[in-house]
């Protein structure tokens, strides 16, 4: 490799690289570091179209050396009925925070994908009953299998049910998760009765109208709700600010806090705690981070001089 070469990695790289359990556990990582204080704030930029729009997040973290990282996401929510694309596309870009070189340009989908899944597992191993069994999944997608593979790595699950608005989904959610996770998964016809009957509830779906309602929730429930922006302007959160229901002085605490020892996470059996995930910087970085070193042992990508 010479020095103004970058390593490429297609998502199919990144997948080969990077397992679920990695994730969350680099995941779990950054979150504590930077509850401690030891990584600065990340930022955010945005553009919007008719269609969808653009988010860039970056982050720097310091792991076995200086990084600087920064996602690049488009987010068209017709795309797959339109033109039969993903509704998110991507790429992440990594530097060197020692001299600015660009180390990797990698494709950005699964390291979204599973980082999402990841800050799910993480809040719930810290914010979850520690004996939840049972879990309602709203969104069968891909997002949703995510969830759902990373719920199972951190909880003592035995059940499963499967909420669409296509029947269908739920049906195909649960013959391709049966085998791989070994718990019962069920397509939920009812969903109030499956989050009545939950430990454990995640809404990851592009709905803009709330539909878990306050009264279907038992009380020690833990809700995940799986957005793509950041909470407060434009995730699921801002609905409840905009209407006058809460104010961002009642927030709680961010999950980096709860890691980090700061501030106590669950403190009874009985508390309803929603936890708003909306994908941060830090955690595309650490993703990305491990996924860049663990190529330069294996030998995967190729390279290219942009200076060339």
Same mark, same amino acid.
Not at 218 to 237: P, R, W
Not at 255 to 278: C, H, N, P, Q, W
């Given at each position: 490799?010479q020095n103004? $070469?970058?390593?490429?990695?297609s998502?199919?790289?990144? %997948?080969?690289?990077?397992?679920?359990?990695e994730c969350?556990d680099?995941?779990?990582?950054v979150?504590? %570091?930077?509850?401690? +204080?030891?990584?600065?704030?990340?930022?955010?930029?945005?553009?919007?179209?008719?269609?969808?729009?653009?988010?860039i997040k970056?982050?720097?973290?310091?792991?076995t050396?200086?990084y600087?990282?920064?996602k690049?996401?488009?987010?068209?929510?017709?795309?797959?009925v339109?033109?039969g694309l993903p509704?998110?596309q991507?790429?992440?870009?990594?530097y060197d925070a020692?001299n600015g070189?660009?180390?990797?340009?990698? =494709? $950005?989908?699964?390291i979204?994908l &599973?980082?999402t899944?990841?800050?799910?597992a993480?809040?719930?191993?810290?914010l979850a009953?520690k004996?939840s069994?049972?879990?309602?999944?709203? +969104?069968?997608?891909?997002?949703?299998?995510?969830?759902l593979?990373?719920?199972s790595l951190?909880l003592?699950?035995? &059940?499963?049910y499967?909420? =669409?608005v #296509?029947?269908?989904a $739920?049906?195909?959610?649960a013959?391709e998760l049966?085998p791989?996770v070994?718990?019962?998964i069920?397509?939920?016809c009812?969903l109030?009765d499956?989050i009545?009957?939950?430990d454990?509830v995640?809404t990851?779906?592009?709905?803009?109208?709330f539909?878990v309602?306050?009264?279907?929730?038992?009380?020690?429930?833990?809700?995940a709700a799986?957005g793509?922006?950041q909470?407060?302007?434009?995730g #699921?959160?801002?609905?409840?600010?905009a209407k006058g229901?809460?104010?961002?002085?009642?927030?709680y605490?961010?999950?980096?806090?709860?890691v980090a020892g700061k &501030?106590?996470?669950?403190?009874?059996?009985a508390e309803i705690i929603v936890? =708003?995930?909306? +994908?941060?910087?830090? %955690?595309d970085?650490?993703?990305?981070t491990?996924?860049?070193e663990k190529?330069?042992?294996?030998g995967? +990508?190729n390279?290219?001089a942009?200076?060339a």
């Amino acid at each position: 490799m010479q020095n103004d $070469s970058t390593l490429l990695l297609s998502r199919s790289d990144v %997948e080969t690289l990077l397992s679920l359990s990695e994730c969350i556990d680099a995941v779990e990582k950054v979150f504590r %570091e930077q509850g401690e +204080g030891k990584i600065p704030p990340s930022g955010i930029l945005g553009v919007r179209t008719q269609s969808g729009g653009l988010h860039i997040k970056t982050a720097y973290l310091s792991s076995t050396k200086n990084y600087i990282a920064a996602k690049l996401n488009t987010n068209f929510a017709q795309n797959y009925v339109r033109f039969g694309l993903p509704t998110i596309q991507g790429v992440i870009v990594l530097y060197d925070a020692d001299n600015g070189r660009l180390l990797t340009v990698l =494709d $950005s989908m699964e390291i979204t994908l &599973k980082r999402t899944a990841a800050a799910t597992a993480v809040a719930a191993k810290y914010l979850a009953r520690k004996n939840s069994s049972v879990a309602t999944i709203c +969104g069968c997608g891909v997002q949703g299998r995510a969830q759902l593979r990373a719920l199972s790595l951190v909880l003592p699950l035995r &059940k499963a049910y499967a909420f =669409d608005v #296509d029947a269908n989904a $739920s049906l195909r959610f649960a013959a391709e998760l049966l085998p791989e996770v070994k718990i019962d998964i069920e397509p939920a016809c009812n969903l109030p009765d499956a989050i009545r009957a939950s430990d454990v509830v995640v809404t990851c779906t592009p709905a803009t109208e709330f539909f878990v309602h306050k009264d279907d929730v038992n009380s020690g429930t833990f809700m995940a709700a799986v957005g793509l922006e950041q909470i407060c302007s434009i995730g #699921d959160t801002h609905h409840a600010i905009a209407k006058g229901l809460m104010q961002i002085e009642s927030l709680y605490a961010e999950l980096a806090e709860v890691v980090a020892g700061k &501030k106590a996470g669950r403190t009874s059996e009985a508390e309803i705690i929603v936890f =708003d995930s909306t +994908g941060v910087a830090i %955690e595309d970085a650490a993703a990305a981070t491990l996924v860049y070193e663990k190529a330069l042992t294996t030998g995967l +990508g190729n390279y290219l001089a942009f200076t060339a």
